[in-house]
Each structure stands twice: as structure tokens, then as C-alpha cells.
């Protein structure tokens, strides 16, 4: 046993937490976390956020210190890619030459940004958002940017835009679906934030995509819109979803679809090879069927699950998903998955700027959208680990206490 | 700086200088302390830099708002009257002589 190796193939947030869970649960082999970013592990959340408004420093954004994988016997290499996987000889090979043998292999590869196809796409100013190095790229850019489009109003896009405004720039947020945040909340949260975006100043153009981008002297100038409007530009963010790097699994002949595919414990078809965090797609009760989630909690309960694994402790991942977005001064705070619900009530007055939507599929609550309202987040989180047995009429009610009724359901 | 005094579950004692306007949970992770989880890095959402302060001092640290209220109701251990978030111990000059003691576990 004290001569098992793990490869954990990413250092982001799941190739972290597995790395560190590993000790921590008492495993004794050998630990390996590979990454090609040149920095060490760090978090992703604040580059759209306080990083990326100044008010945090890069120190705040290190999981831990670089002196923690030496003492924590975790054998951490940054800046070099692992470029192929051979699944016989249990060996990888990395972008500098080297080689080495596993007995366990994780892939925490994480996703990339997925780039917008358009001529002018490649112009100066036109960037994306995944990385310390973009996000550094970005808060530079800000301090000079007047007219900001962003293409694609999903959580970084939106989260970026109130920085963006907050920083002083002309916001324009166009989105090709009508609904803001779209495939992931429900139709009265992507109103409010909608609103909430226009009232600090944001214009937005829903149902509108990119035709190409104009650019002066190689930077850009101007956007032009699938309806033919010109709108004048000094900084384009893209961000219209991400790409789950899956190439090196599918390459190893592992299947991959929507990410690298594994059973309720992780494991891939390989019971060697194990895949987790942004890159996974698995089953999990909570969305009646097979997912990839792109969230820190999913990240670090997924490497968790792995490790506990690795340690001797099998146990199926069944945790609650949940997520947070800041924008402005808007907290939303998501448990559960609430993508499907055929049914949804509003606990709260959206104009009070504090409410929750709880969403139902087939009579259950499923998941609950709570805008600074963190109790109901709370309580949502409990019950959804439970049977929350929660009728809409109840959630829908202020004076229906939530808590008494997860004391109460908890009896039974 | 106001030094603060982090006490591990099994008595031992670890002093961090925490700067004014840092946290108790940044100081700790920064310095990569066992014991303070904090994953979702300060932003009240997973309730893994639980600390217990010290119980008279308790008045020299910021009121509790009602979301870490709620917030405390995920500790992984038990939650006593000076349970509090670390993160949302942003340290002031009262914060000199500040002791925490860690709770059993964060997760
Ligand atoms: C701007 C931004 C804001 C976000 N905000 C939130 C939020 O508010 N709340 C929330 O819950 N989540 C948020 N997320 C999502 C969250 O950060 C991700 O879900 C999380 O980082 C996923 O962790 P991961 O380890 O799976 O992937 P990643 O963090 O992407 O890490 C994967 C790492 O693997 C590396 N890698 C890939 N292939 C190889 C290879 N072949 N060899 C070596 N290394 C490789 C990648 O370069 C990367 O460093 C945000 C993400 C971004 C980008
Ligand atoms: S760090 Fe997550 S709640 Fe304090």
C-alpha cells in the first residue's frame, strides 16, 4: 500500500481537494498533482469578483500556500501538461519528456473557455475569462475600458458586467436566448437580475448574437450584432460557456460525453481511473439523471469522494449541489439542481429584494433559487438532503416556519 | 498587527499576526494552518471556518449577521453560543490577544 501512486491530472479546485483529502484520510502512497497552469492551486470564484474589482489581492486567492504540498507530502508540478495516458503500462507521459507510472489515476482537468467562432474574434481586447492570466489581463484592460460588450449572460458574464460598471465602464450585455443565466435558473430570477443589470446601467440586447467583430490596428472597435447594429467597443469579453477538457480521457479510450462519463462512485470504465469537478459527467438523485456541474462545492465534495475512496472508504456521491453568484449587491445562492422544475412558487417579495424561488419537478422540490435570503438557502440545503416533502403552498408561505418544518420531517 | 491565538483540538497552541481588515480565516489559510477548511473562501457558503472565540472576548469581535446565523447551522461540529465563522472575523485593533479554539472537525 505505501507504494500505491496517485496522478492527479489538473491542479485546479477538484485536483486540489483530492490531493489533500488523500492524507488527510490516511492514505500512505505516493501523491503526484500535475498542472499547466504555471502558478499553484487556486481559486476561480473572485477572478470574476473581488479579485477582478480590486478589493482582493492575488495572495487572497491561493487555496494554500506554496510551502503546504511539501509538508503535506504532495508531490505538486506546475506548468507541465500531461499529454498522453497509457491505461496497459499505468504510465503518463508530460509536455517536458517526462514519464511516470500510476496505479490511480485522477483526471481533474477542468474545462476551458469556449471561444466564439466570428471573424474579428482574434482581435486585440476580445478575451475571455477562465484563468488568473485572463483575469489579470482583465482588471488591466478595465482601468482604460470605456465600452465593454460582453457576449453571453451567464453568471461570469454578468458578474464581470457589474464589475465592469461599478469600474465605470459603458456596459453592453448581448445574449442569443432571451432569458439572462438561462439554462440554469428560473424564468423570475433571470428577470430580476435582468432588471437589476439595467437599472445600474447595463443595455442589453436578449435574442442577439455576434456577427463579427471590427477592429482599428489590430484592437478592437465595435461589435456587430446578428441584427445588424454596430455597437462601439474597447473590450470584449466572451463568454458563452465552457468546453469540458476531456480529450486526453477519450484519447486513453475512456467514453466521454459531456464530459469524461462515470458510475454514482466516480470511478470511469478503467476501475483505476476516476474523474471529478467540472470535467465529470455523473448520476446523482438530485437531477434524475446524468449531469456535469461546474461549481466549487461540486469540485471539492467530488475530491473528497475520491479520496475517501483511495483510503478505503467507498461511499457513493450523493451531496446536495449548490452555488452562489455575487453581483452587485445581490447574493444568489442556488441548492439543488433546478434545471427541469415544471412548477414554481416565490417565497418573498422579488421588489423587496429578498426572496426565493423553490422549484418542483413532478410534485417535489427539487431546488431553490434564494436571493439574499440565506436562510431559505439554509433550510433548502437541509431539507433537499432529506425527503424535504415541502407542498408549494407551504414554501410559498412567509409565516410557514421552514425550520419547524425540518424538525418536524425529521422525526419521521 | 493584533496577534491571534489559534488553539487546535489536542491543546496546541499557533500564534498568526492577522492584519487589520483580514480575516481570522484568510490569516489561517495563508499561513496554511490546519484546521480551517474554509472552501468556499469567505463567502458564507459552507460553514468550514468555524472557530470558537474565546467567551469573554466575545464583545470584541463584529455582531453576527443573520446569514452567518444561518450559516452556523452547517458547522460539522457542534454549535456552541461562541461558535462563529472565521470569515466574517475581520480583524480591528481589538482583535490583539483574540483566542479561537478549533473545533473536532470542519467537514
Ligand atoms: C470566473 C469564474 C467564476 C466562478 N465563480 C463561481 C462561483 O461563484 N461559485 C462556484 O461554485 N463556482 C464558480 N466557478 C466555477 C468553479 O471555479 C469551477 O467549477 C471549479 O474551478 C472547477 O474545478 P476543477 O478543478 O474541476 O476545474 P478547474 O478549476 O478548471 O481546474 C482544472 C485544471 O486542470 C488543468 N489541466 C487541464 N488539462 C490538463 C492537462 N492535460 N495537464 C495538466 N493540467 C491540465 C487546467 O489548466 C486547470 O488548471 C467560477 C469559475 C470561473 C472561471
Ligand atoms: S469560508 Fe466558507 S463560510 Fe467562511
Known amino acids: 500500500m505505501a507504494d500505491r501512486v496517485v496522478a492527479v491530472v489538473g491542479s485546479g479546485q477538484a485536483g486540489f481537494q483530492v490531493a489533500a483529502s488523500l492524507h488527510q484520510e490516511g492514505f500512505a502512497g505516493r501523491v503526484v498533482l500535475i498542472g499547466d497552469e504555471p502558478v499553484p492551486p487556486y481559486q476561480r470564484p473572485p477572478l ?139 424564468q423570475t430570477v433571470a428577470r430580476f437580475f435582468t432588471e437589476a443589470h439595467i437599472r445600474w446601467g447595463a443595455e442589453f440586447s436578449l435574442g442577439t448574437g455576434v456577427a463579427r467583430i471590427l477592429g482599428e490596428g489590430g484592437r478592437v472597435a465595435a461589435v456587430e450584432t446578428t441584427d445588424g447594429r454596430r455597437l462601439s467597443a474597447d473590450l470584449v469579453l466572451i463568454c458563452i460557456g465552457v468546453i469540458p477538457n476531456t480529450e486526453l480521457a477519450g484519447a486513453a479510450g475512456l467514453p466521454v460525453d459531456n464530459g469524461i462519463v462515470v458510475d454514482e462512485h466516480l470511478v470511469t470504465s478503467d476501475p483505476a481511473i476516476f474523474a471529478i469537478g467540472d470535467c465529470a459527467n455523473f448520476p446523482t438523485p438530485f437531477a434524475g439523471g446524468r449531469v456535469r456541474l461546474e461549481s466549487v462545492q461540486n469540485a471539492v465534495d467530488q475530491g473528497r469522494c475520491v479520496a475517501a ?34 412548477q414554481s412558487v416565490v417565497r418573498g417579495e422579488p421588489a423587496s429584494r429578498s426572496f426565493s424561488v423553490f422549484c418542483y419537478r413532478a410534485g417535489r422540490l427539487i431546488g431553490v433559487e434564494s436571493v439574499n435570503r440565506t436562510s431559505d438557502h439554509v433550510a433548502a440545503r437541509r431539507m433537499l438532503a432529506g425527503e424535504p416533502r415541502l407542498a408549494p403552498e407551504q414554501a410559498a408561505d412567509l409565516d410557514y416556519d421552514l425550520r419547524a418544518h425540518i424538525r418536524g420531517s425529521a422525526r419521521h | 498587527m493584533p496577534k491571534v491565538t489559534y488553539v487546535h483540538p489536542d491543546g496546541a497552541r499557533e500564534v498568526l499576526d492577522v492584519p487589520l481588515g483580514t480575516s481570522v480565516m484568510r490569516a489561517a489559510v495563508t499561513n496554511g494552518l490546519d484546521g480551517i477548511v474554509a472552501e468556499c473562501g469567505g463567502e458564507m457558503m459552507c460553514a468550514t471556518c468555524h472557530v470558537y472565540v474565546e467567551a469573554d472576548q466575545l464583545d470584541r469581535t463584529p455582531p453576527q449577521s443573520d446569514d452567518e446565523k444561518a450559516m452556523l447551522e452547517f458547522t460539522a461540529s457542534e454549535r456552541k453560543p461562541n461558535s462563529r465563522l472565521s470569515c466574517q472575523l475581520v480583524a480591528t485593533p481589538e482583535f490583539e490577544g483574540l483566542v479561537v479554539y478549533l473545533p473536532e472537525t470542519q467537514v
Open chain 1, 309 to 342: 475512496r483511495l483510503a478505503g472508504r467507498p461511499e457513493p456521491y450523493e451531496k446536495v449541489p449548490w452555488f452562489w453568484s455575487d453581483q452587485g449587491d445581490l447574493k444568489l445562492q442556488i441548492a439543488g439542481i433546478t434545471v427541469g422544475h415544471d
Open chain 1, 48 to 186: 470574476s469578483k473581488t479579485y477582478l474589482a480590486g478589493e482582493a489581492g492575488v495572495d487572497e486567492l491561493w487555496l494554500r500556500p506554496s510551502e503546504f504540498y511539501a509538508k503535506q507530502h504532495i508531490e505538486l508540478v506546475c506548468g507541465d501538461a500531461v499529454t498522453g495516458i497509457d491505461r496497459v503500462e499505468r504510465r503518463l507521459s508530460l509536455a517536458s519528456g517526462l514519464q511516470m507510472s500510476w496505479d490511480h489515476l485522477v483526471f481533474a482537468t477542468g474545462a476551458r473557455y469556449r471561444p466564439l467562432r466570428v471573424p474579428g474574434s482574434e482581435l486585440d481586447g476580445v478575451l475571455p475569462l477562465r484563468t488568473l492570466a485572463d483575469a489579470n489581463t482583465l482588471r488591466q484592460r478595465l482601468n482604460e475600458a470605456r465600452d465593454v460588450v460582453v457576449v453571453g449572460a451567464g453568471f461570469i458574464g454578468l458578474e464581470f458586467a457589474s464589475v465592469a460598471m461599478a469600474r465605470g465602464a459603458n456596459v453592453h450585455i448581448l445574449e442569443i436566448t432571451h432569458h439572462p443565466m438561462g439554462r440554469v435558473v428560473s
